[in-house]
């Protein structure tokens, strides 16, 4: 199902952007080796949609994904219907079967870049960005990058449609998805979280106490280790450690200090303590490393 169908606005927009893979293309993509893992199947860009919309009752087979980068728009899944503003993400997960619309805001008629993705990965990339048919948005941080990235796609696919160019918009696709639930998980500005991400990295060449940190940015110890544990994958100091050991690796790569003077520059005192930590987590020795060849 094209971007095209269900349409409430019969003609188009103003300046707009329309690309789509003809689906003997799309089904021949899905059986060869790389585009079968994620292809492109509709791309573009509708400036200024008024009266734009679409309900599809049985959901989409592909994956939709939106990109508000001006005005207002809604979304409704699940039965549930919310409001999209200016810099937001809106990803639907094809072959649902479940029914989901959206459209333009009367009055402040969003801008989208769109494109609608199949493939066997899609599913592991969207579950990535945590997103589904009861959590449909995403909000931004990077648009103008996001943006580059899907004018890139409906620039190629707008020269042609051959198989080499599919494989090239597919991986654009791909780094898109990844890029979206990088975005899912970074924290927004301001928030305990942010705030105590921009402590521990200006921070790296000390100690952080994670009752002190918390009290700092407001919350519980067992909040922010949630907090933590959600986007980074582990605790406050294991997040402080993985800061630390990155400063020591820039230190051995860079300069001529001796492993004791880097553990000192990262604030682990004790030189043997330090290697530990190091080994621990390269599974190499700080020396070692060092006298590895790079590049």
Not at 171 to 192: C, F, I, Y
Not at 225 to 230: G, M, T
Request: charged share 20%; proline share 5%.
């Amino acid at each position: 199902m094209t971007e095209g169908a269900d349409v409430e606005r019969a003609h188009g927009f103003a300046n707009q952007r329309l690309v789509v893979v003809p689906r003997p293309l799309v089904r021949e993509a899905l059986a060869r080796p790389i585009t079968r893992h994620l292809v492109v199947t509709d791309a573009g860009v509708f400036p200024a949609a008024e009266d734009h919309g679409r309900h599809r009752p049985l959901g989409a087979e592909e994956t939709i994904i939106i990109l508000c980068v001006a005005g207002r728009g809604w979304v409704e899944t699940t039965g549930a219907r919310t409001e999209v503003g200016k810099a937001a993400a809106v990803v639907l997960p094809g072959g649902t079967g479940q029914a989901h619309a959206y459209g333009a805001a009367p009055g402040d008629p969003w801008t989208i870049w769109w494109c609608h993705v199949r493939g066997s990965d899609v599913a592991e990339l969207v579950a990535e960005a945590g997103v589904g048919t009861d959590r449909p948005i995403i909000p931004l941080l990077a648009v103008d990058r996001l943006t580059a990235m899907l004018d890139e796609i409906i620039t190629a696919l707008e020269k042609d449609q051959s198989p080499a160019r599919l494989v090239a918009t597919a991986g654009m696709a791909w780094k898109l998805l990844a890029t979206l639930a990088v975005e899912r998980r970074a924290p927004e500005t301001g928030t305990p979280l942010q705030q105590a991400l921009n402590y521990l990295e200006e921070r790296a060449h000390g100690t952080v106490r994670l009752p002190e940190l918390a009290a700092l940015v407001g919350v519980s110890p067992s909040h922010l280790s949630k907090l933590f544990r959600e986007a980074t994958g582990g605790g406050v100091l294991a997040h402080h450690t993985a800061l630390k050991m990155a400063r020591a690796r820039h230190l051995l790569d860079t300069t001529d200090l001796s492993i004791a003077q880097v553990g000192r520059e990262v604030g682990l005192q004790d030189q043997f303590y330090f290697s530990r930590q190091f080994r621990r987590l390269h599974g190499v020795s700080p020396s070692a490393y060092r006298a590895e060849r790079k590049g």
